[in-house]
């Protein structure tokens, strides 16, 4: 795409304003933000903190496109543990990883359809989903049940037929974390991870799932925070010519909307500040810059504005890449108009059992179950249990304020159910079996973990636990990893909401995985 120069300082500013989708915070939209919408901002990010219910998530959209009918809407739904439409009470859908279990396409084309379809309802038209990591390192602190697999390949059908079913909905898809998040041990939330291996790793392991999901045309892909020396020794992945422009456009053939992922994330932040941060995205090849997770003041909207306005005076970065850049936003933006518009697009036909409004999730979360019986025939739990969750520390995607776990699905099969939540180092091994042991009293036990061969300390609570009760329910809600143990060993591979449904229904007895 090339665009004239123009040379308006009027022009610049607007252009500056337009390649920024920043956050803010409340469930109405501030002054501040609808005054920079009507100064040039095209596009807003919507987080948890901004929902409450579908009503008012649907007023706040309206709000602001009252002010600019184009704005886009953006947000960062993957559904299963990474959820903001419904993060006070957990996700109507399973995650990438159950949907990787199953391994049908169709299904989660369909779950992609319909939280599309949930998701443009409510007036939002571009989501920061789905992930086509493949999370080949199962250390991993921020993927994990995030990406559809460790098998490039099964991530890649998935990922096509994600994208496929948003985008019927009319809710332009992102892929990310290009050229790919899979292989780290640390969070870019936190620092530089750095990935080191050969391009021809890269190339056979972490690429195919982005080149596929090319060729199906989604709308977006967002940038990864990642150092990968194979392919640019010197800047992160998100800052660097060689991957977003040589690799991503030229070789790939991308021509969609390029986005950072958070500018704020301390990868980048600490590493070059948002400032200078966003003018070598930019430069780089990037078309919007993710801000507002953590940012989301107008200070940060202005702090932005100006350092990309201050770059192209100063000649550090050239106009028309700017210009391209916000050319590429507002052809995203009349794309999602006209599909809101028309409403669903061609082809967006759901199969029969997925039509608008099912329980399309929970059907793919109870799909999703693997259940291993213990030595000893298993005995459905049919009075109220007490169910000790072991929860590692959230990762800052997902988010400590989602409620996880069985307990409230439980709750609901069998009134009277008690739970308590550990932490590690809350409470030494020893004293923490004591304690679930004196408050369970001769009730069954349900323990419930997540990602349980990362942490050590929960493998011992967990084997202390079935050491003191055998006839103990295991149920692992992160990647299934570790040696299934107790009297029934439920992987739900993922933390859904409908996944804790779909594990309760099995314990229960109720489901068809006992």
Known sequence: MTTVVRGSSDTLTRDALTVLQPGFIGTTAPEWLLRQIGEGLS??????????????????????????????????????????????????FPGNYALGTVDDTGLTHDVAYELGRRLAACGVDLNWAPSADVNSNPDNPVI????????????????????????????????????????????????????????????????PPFREAIAAGPKAVMS????????????????????????????????????????????????????????????????AICVGGGLAGEE????????????????????????????????????TRRARTAGSQPGAEAREGAAPGSDIGLVAARRAVQVTAGEL?????????????????????????????????LAQLLPGTTADTYTEGAVETTALVSEVLAKATDRRIVAVVRDAHRHAWMAAALDALIEARPDTVVVEMGVNRAQPRGALHIATHGAARVCGRAAAEVITGRGTGA
């Open 43 to 92: 596009a807003v990010g919507l987080f948890g903190r901004n929902i409450a219910t579908p009503e008012q998530l649907t007023a706040l959209t309206a709000q602001l496109r009252a002010e600019r009918d184009d704005v886009l809407v953006a947000i960062d739904e993957e559904g299963g543990d990474v959820t903001r439409l419904e993060v006070r009470d957990g996700s109507s």
């Open 377 to 409: 025939p298993y005995e459905p739990v049919t009075a109220a249990p007490h169910v000790a969750s072991f929860a590692p520390v959230a990762n800052i995607a997902v988010g400590a304020e989602t409620p996880w776990g069985v307990a409230p699905e």
């Open 300 to 335: 940060t909207v202005l702090e932005l504005r100006d350092a990309l306005v201050a770059a192209v005076r100063n000649g550090d970065l050239p106009e028309e890449r700017l210009a391209d850049a916000a050319a590429r936003v507002r052809a995203l933006a009349d794309w």
């Open 224 to 287: 990864a925070h990642i150092l990968l020396p194979a392919l640019d020794p010197e800047r992160p992945a998100t800052l660097s010519p060689q991957i977003l422009t040589g690799l991503l456009r030229e070789e790939l053939g991308f021509d969609g909307l390029i986005i950072t992922d958070g500018i704020e994330m301390q990868a980048i932040a600490s590493t070059y500040g948002i400032a200078r941060g966003s003018v070598l995205a930019i430069a780089a090849g990037v078309d």
């Open 144 to 207: 994990g049940v995030r990406a559809f697999g460790a098998d490039a390949r099964l991530v890649a059908r998935h990922t096509v037929a994600y994208v496929e079913g948003m985008q019927a909905a009319g809710v332009a898809a992102c892929v990310k974390h290009f050229p790919g998040h899979g292989d780290t041990n640390v969070d870019s939330h936190h620092a530089m991870p750095r990935i080191d291996v050969g391009l021809e790793t890269l190339r056979a392991r972490d690429l």
